[in-house]
Nanobody, 123 residues
Framework: QVQLVESGGGLVQAGGSLRLSCAPSGRTFKRLVMGWFRQGPEKEREFVAAINWSGINTYYAPSVKGRFTISRENAKNMVYLQMNSLKPEDTAVYYC????????????????WGRGTQVTVSS
């Protein structure tokens, strides 16, 4: 089993920045592909970003590419999502996710999910 705990959400003005953190526990972190998803008001949950076990390969949704950066520190068992130039349409609950299979995660069906952290961007 893997437990994922997100933190770092909050209220920010458009154009501002936030950094989300995710602390996985319960399984060898280095072998997990990690990702972030989000679900906005009255929207379906969508893929935001993913990072492979080594941190070399990263993937982003077109809507956040160039503004968001996913990273990981395997020594600290931490994953981050740095969000810059935030827009009101980025308002959502952000979920940390993990799986051993990169393709499974990027398809939106990771085995492990966090409970989410709210990000609200005001205009």
């Amino acid at each position: 089993q893997v437990q994922l705990v997100e933190s770092g959400g909050g209220l920010v003005q458009a154009g501002g920045s936030l950094r989300l953190s995710c602390a996985p526990s319960g399984r060898t972190f280095k072998r997990l592909v990690m990702g972030w998803f989000r679900q906005g008001p009255e929207k379906e949950r969508e893929f935001v970003a993913a990072i492979n076990w080594s941190g070399i390969n990263t993937y982003y949704a077109p809507s956040v590419k160039g503004r968001f950066t996913i990273s990981r520190e395997n020594a600290k068992n931490m994953v981050y999502l740095q969000m810059n130039s935030l827009k009101p349409e980025d308002t959502a609950v952000y979920y940390c996710a993990a799986d051993v299979m990169e393709g499974v995660l990027r398809l939106g069906k990771p085995q492990y999910w966090g409970r989410g952290t709210q990000v609200t961007v005001s205009s």
